[in-house]
């Protein structure tokens, strides 16, 4: 059903059971390339392969068949600046998503797509270094530390005066460091 939405900007599939091949749908045929707005809060299921896939969706170079960008370079160019204005995800939240690793995140960091980003939820996701959260938002320039979450146990971490540290303490239906639930 996913991959009949292509144009999708807004998508909440929190608390689900859906895994990496059930987003697979998605990413089929440049689909995925327009979200703003995703939330996987509580998909155990989804690993380094979703980021991954996500990574190549939100990429602004579009490409064809080939592998070659299309268009004269004149024309890359005045897409690309407009793409870029207007592209890339502004909310993220892979809370409880336990699988994800620095891998994943790194993947995620290779592009200029989430200098949008504002809010960033990685409550949970015990797999995650110091040096792996850190790769990541040095791109993203507009992240609000106040809607930063990743693990307490993660000592030296990005912004730790103002991220506002684990959402998941006292949630029972997600992925917590503290309490081991998975």
């Known amino acids: 059903m996913l991959s009949y939405c292509k144009n999708l900007e807004h998508l909440d599939l929190s608390q689900n059971i859906i895994s990496d091949l059930g987003l697979n749908g998605l990413f089929r045929k440049n689909g995925g390339k327009n979200l703003r707005h995703l939330d996987l809060s509580g ?25 070659s960008s299309s268009g004269s370079g004149e ?7 407009l793409s870029s ?5 502004r909310y993220l939240s892979l809370s409880g998503c336990y699988q994800i690793t620095d891998e994943g ?12 980003l504002t809010h960033l939820d990685l ?8 040096r792996g ?8 320039p507009s992240l609000n530390h106040e809607l930063f979450f990743y693990c307490d146990n993660i000592s030296e971490g990005p912004y730790p005066d103002t991220a ?13 460091c503290r309490s081991g639930l998975q």
Not at 75 to 81: G, I
Not at 133 to 140: A, G, M, S, Y
């Open 164 to 176: 506002s540290g684990c959402q998941n303490l006292e949630c029972t239906r997600r992925v917590c």
């Open 43 to 67: 998909c155990a299921r989804i690993s380094d392969k979703t980021l991954k896939k996500l990574s190549v969706a939100l990429n602004p170079r579009g490409t064809n068949d080939r592998g």
């Open 123 to 130: 409550s949970g996701c015990l797999n995650l270094s110091a």
């Open 105 to 116: 995140i790194r993947m995620l960091s290779k592009n200029d797509y989430l200098k949008n």
């Open 133 to 140: 959260l850190q790769d990541l938002v040095i791109k993203c």
């Open 75 to 81: 024309e890359r160019s005045e897409k690309h600046q």
């Open 85 to 89: 204005v207007n592209h890339g995800l």
